[in-house]
């Protein structure tokens, strides 16, 4: 049943780590750090541990302060507290054999007055509301319309690279292995490169040369504390999530691309279609060519696959590594299933967001499905045990 030469499961030097194989854990919001302080817990650890046999860990987005922060219950990497909270977190991954980078976040508009410091506004390239973009502000608010948000001066941009900077030093200590800027799904970075969000006139607006400044000024930033072969940088370059638009994502994310390969980063993660099938805008494969002849390092898809198409895309060269989201929630043992072709459960997407180990640390690996079955062949029927 196992093959050796099973494309997932050959061995991969990512810049400072090894890889056991190439079954990465997407990096995915489940809103559940302890309150009040955006703070991880012992469940959030319980959870990564469980899914240490990924090749690479990546940690759901974290927002680099309170500014960055666009939903309730996501947790944050600015406070002392929270870098305790992390520190859980890695201690229980690496005892489990695993490996971890954090992703760096700051959702610009994305985001509401009630979430914010001092109940400001969002900040954005531009201040032009998202039509149809929702956050959640609290347990009970059910799915709310972000406002306008308040446009950023460019004096405030070197505010915005130190808080990234700071996030990557607080990684540090945290004890990650390395760290993922996010620049998708229609977050700050996101907004910027994008021509639909970024209406700006001054030296961060415009051409693709001044919309990629600051997401690169960010990089470097993040470079400076781990070194290039410890950083990462996803970007989503059709998605539509987060009424994102770009007139021309391959002009733009190839010249993305090519400066992303000068600074020599570790890997690009790609959300090759759209967040959660999002309608794309431009043709992914076109796209991805594009990047791909910018970009010489690692290439890590992202696109909702199943093994067999990640299977078939490593053998054709179009990646060198797969994330995968929701299978892996649903699946701790998402590698070992895969390695066996095994049957996998089915995920719950009423539990994704918040709430408590329901869905969250109880999905059942192969084993202990196992044992579950042979305890109610050895227990006579209606006995409960
Ligand atoms: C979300 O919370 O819906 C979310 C967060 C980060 C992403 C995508 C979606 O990259």
Redesign the pocket.
């Known amino acids: 049943m196992n093959n050796p030469n099973d494309p997932l499961f050959q061995p991969y030097s990512l810049g400072d780590l090894a890889l056991p194989n190439r079954v990465l854990l997407s ?3 489940r ?1 559940r750090a302890t309150q009040p302080g955006d703070i991880p817990n012992e469940m959030n650890a319980r959870y990564y541990q469980q899914r240490a046999d990924a090749g690479l860990i990546l940690s ?2 974290t927002q680099v302060s309170p500014q960055g922060k ?2 309730a219950f ?1 947790p944050g990497i600015h406070s002392p507290e929270q870098v305790v909270g992390w520190k859980k977190v890695t201690t229980a991954v690496h005892m489990a054999g695993g490996r971890m980078h954090a ?1 760096l ?1 700051h ?1 610009g508009r ?1 985001s509401h007055t009630a979430l914010q410091p001092d109940g400001n506004k969002p900040v954005a390239p531009s201040a032009i509301q998202p039509e149809g973009a929702k ?1 959640f502000i609290s347990a009970d608010s059910g799915m709310v319309d972000v406002p306008e948000p308040k446009a950023l001066d460019a004096g405030e941009m070197s505010a915005i690279v130190e808080q990234f900077r700071q996030g990557a030093i607080n990684a540090k200590s945290a004890g990650f292995d390395g760290v993922q800027v ?1 620049a ?4 700050l970075l996101d907004q910027f490169l994008k021509s639909g969000s970024n209406q700006r006139t001054d030296e961060f607006g415009g051409a693709v040369e001044n919309r990629m400044r600051l997401p690169l000024m960010v990089v470097e930033a993040v470079i400076d504390v781990w070194g290039k072969e410890n950083v990462g940088v ?1 970007i ?1 370059p059709t998605g539509s ?2 009424a994102m638009y770009d007139e021309d994502p391959v002009e733009t994310f190839s010249a993305f691309a090519c400066r992303l390969n000068d600074l020599g980063i570790a890997y690009l993660e790609v ?1 090759e279609d759209s ?2 099938g999002n309608h794309a805008n431009g043709r992914p494969e076109e796209v991805i060519d594009a990047i791909q002849a910018g970009f010489k390092g690692t290439y890590i898809a992202n696109g909702a696959y199943t093994a067999e198409e990640a299977r078939k895309r490593i053998n054709a060269g179009r990646c060198d590594l797969v994330t995968f989201g929701r299978p892996f929630i649903a699946n701790p043992d998402l590698p070992e299933r895969f390695r066996q072709h095994a049957e996998l459960n089915k995920w719950d997407d009423s539990t994704f ?1 918040g709430g408590d180990e329901r869905g969250y640390t109880d999905y059942p690996t192969l084993k202990e499905l196992e044992i579950s079955a042979s305890r109610k062949l050895l227990s006579p029927k209606g006995n409960k045990t």
Do not use: C, D, K
Request: hydrophobic letters at 35%.
């Open positions: 990096p995915l919001t809103a759901e987005a666009g939903y996501t992703q976040w959702v994305i956050t996010h998708a799904n229609g977050y996803r989503s999530f987060n959300v967040f959660q967001y």
